[in-house]
C-alpha cells in the first residue's frame, strides 16, 4: 500500500496491551502483531511511542530517511541493540557508570572550548589531507 499525498505514516513502537491471546498480558507473545523481536520489556520502561512521518507527494524514501532519523534521535535503534541479549546487572550497572563519566567529561571539555581554555575542534576542509602529511594518490 502506497500513502496518498499528505498522509502520515504511523509506526507504533511499543504496546500498552499485551499479546494478541492474552490483552491483560505483561509480555507480547513472540508470534503476535504487538511482539518485539528484541524480547519482552520491563513493565517499568514500557510507554506508548508513537513516531508519526508526513508523507508527501507519495515520496515513501523521503519519508523513510525522515523516520530513521527520528528513530536515531530517540535512542531507538541503540535500545534494540541492547535489548538483543541479556546484560547482566553488573555489567549493566558499569556500562551507565562508564556513560555517565563519558557525558561528565565531554560536559567538561565543552565548557573549557568555550571558556577559551582549551583550542576548539579543527574544522575539517574537504578536499585536504588530513594529520598534516602529503595526500595519498588512490590504487586501483
Known amino acids: 500500500m502506497v500513502p496518498s499525498a499528505g498522509t502520515f505514516l504511523n509506526i507504533d513502537l511499543g504496546s500498552n496491551g499485551g499479546c494478541h491471546r492474552h490483552p491483560d498480558c505483561a509480555y507480547p507473545c513472540a508470534s503476535g502483531p504487538g511482539a518485539l523481536a528484541i524480547g519482552p520489556f520491563n513493565r517499568s520502561i514500557e ?3 508513537r513516531v508519526q512521518v508526513l508523507v508527501r507527494d507519495n515520496n515513501v524514501d523521503q519519508a523513510l530517511k525522515v ?3 527520528k528513530m536515531q534521535r530517540e535512542g531507538i535503534f541503540r535500545e534494540m541493540k541492547l535489548r538483543g541479549q541479556y546484560e547482566k546487572p553488573s ?3 558499569v556500562r551507565e557508570k562508564a556513560e555517565a563519566v563519558r557525558r561528565a567529561r565531554k560536559l567538561a571539555r ?3 572550548q568555550r571558556e577559551g ?3 576548539m575542534k ?3 576542509v574537504p578536499g585536504t589531507p588530513g594529520r598534516g602529511g602529503p595526500a595519498r594518490t588512490p590504487r586501483f
Open 67 to 69: 523516520l530513521k532519523k
Open 91 to 93: 555489567e549493566r550497572r
Open 122 to 124: 579543527p574544522r575539517v
Open 47 to 49: 510507554e506508548e511511542r
Open 117 to 119: 581554555l582549551l583550542p
Open 110 to 112: 565543552k565548557k573549557l
